[in-house]
């Protein structure tokens, strides 16, 4: 019954919150062919927590079952959103059985706002589950698909003195010549911010790679460092 009440809850509220005048721009920003509603994602945030606080989720399995019912049978981009915020959920944080379910979101969502919307969750279970990630985002870092792949190289966004470099060094050199804006992007994205808590590692990074980094990438990635 939990599971049902929140699902509508959610479903409603952000239906309630709709703005018409917002949604065609959305989805146009997005080049979106699901549809928008025009709900801010702040607000979506906001409609997403409280509904979990009036009909929280017994477990992780019940957590797990909304999910996957707000994302395969969403009508909206801003239930996907819901969906997404949804794994954010305290008891969901640290288990290994939301692997899948974020997998599943990032194969089929295929779009950088839904892609990197669960990307830091993995870093969450990084730090919890470190030997079984790092095999798991190894292997990511090479696979077919591409947002798989940008997923591995951002999954660490964040972790600041935490950061598994060696990892971090393994995923983006996996990719290094591939010409994929959102790979060149990603790899750019990652060592910026790591620069804030180690600039000297991702200087020797640069300098290392300085053949095989694309423009892009290297740009991105000394933007905030001062010019030696």
Request: hydrophobic share 50%; proline share 4%.
């Given at each position: 019954?939990?599971?049902?009440?929140?699902?509508?809850?959610?479903?409603?509220?952000?239906?309630?919150?709709?703005?018409?005048?917002?949604?065609?721009?959305?989805?146009?920003?997005?080049?979106?062919?699901?549809?928008?509603?025009?709900?801010?994602?702040?607000?979506?945030?906001?409609?997403?927590?409280?509904?979990?606080?009036?009909?929280?989720?017994?477990?992780?399995?019940e957590l797990q079952s909304v999910v996957l019912a707000l994302w395969r049978t969403a009508v909206c981009r801003e239930e996907r959103y819901a969906?997404?915020?949804?794994?954010?959920?305290?008891?969901?944080?640290?288990?290994?059985?939301?692997?899948?379910?974020?997998?599943?979101?990032?194969?089929?969502?295929?779009?950088?706002?839904?892609?990197?919307?669960?990307?830091?969750?993995?870093?969450?279970?990084?730090?919890?589950?470190?030997?079984?990630?790092?095999?798991?985002?190894?292997?990511?870092?090479?696979?077919?698909?591409?947002?798989?792949?940008?997923?591995?190289?951002?999954?660490?966004?964040?972790?600041?003195?935490?950061?598994?470099?060696?990892?971090?060094?393994?995923?983006?050199?996996?990719?290094?010549?591939?010409?994929?804006?959102?790979?060149?992007?990603?790899?750019?994205?990652?060592?910026?911010?790591?620069?804030?808590?180690?600039?000297?590692?991702?200087?020797?990074?640069?300098?290392?790679?300085?053949?095989?980094?694309?423009?892009?990438?290297?740009?991105?990635?000394?933007?905030?460092?001062?010019?030696?």
């Amino acid at each position: 019954m939990a599971t049902t009440e929140l699902l509508d809850a959610i479903r409603s509220r952000l239906q309630a919150a709709a703005d018409p005048g917002r949604a065609a721009g959305a989805q146009a920003y997005m080049k979106s062919q699901m549809p928008f509603l025009g709900v801010r994602v702040p607000e979506v945030r906001r409609i997403v927590r409280a509904a979990a606080a009036e009909y929280p989720p017994a477990g992780v399995a019940e957590l797990q079952s909304v999910v996957l019912a707000l994302w395969r049978t969403a009508v909206c981009r801003e239930e996907r959103y819901a969906a997404i915020e949804l794994t954010g959920l305290r008891l969901a944080a640290r288990d290994l059985g939301m692997l899948a379910l974020y997998e599943e979101i990032i194969r089929s969502g295929a779009w950088w706002d839904l892609v990197d919307g669960v990307a830091h969750r993995l870093g969450g279970l990084l730090q919890a589950h470190r030997a079984e990630l790092t095999v798991v985002l190894g292997r990511w870092s090479m696979d077919s698909d591409f947002w798989i792949r940008r997923a591995s190289i951002t999954a660490q966004l964040g972790a600041k003195t935490a950061t598994d470099t060696a990892l971090l060094a393994s995923v983006i050199e996996a990719n290094l010549a591939d010409r994929e804006f959102f790979i060149r992007k990603a790899i750019g994205w990652a060592l910026r911010q790591y620069a804030r808590t180690d600039p000297d590692w991702v200087r020797a990074f640069v300098q290392r790679h300085r053949e095989e980094l694309s423009p892009l990438s290297r740009k991105e990635a000394l933007k905030n460092l001062p010019a030696e």
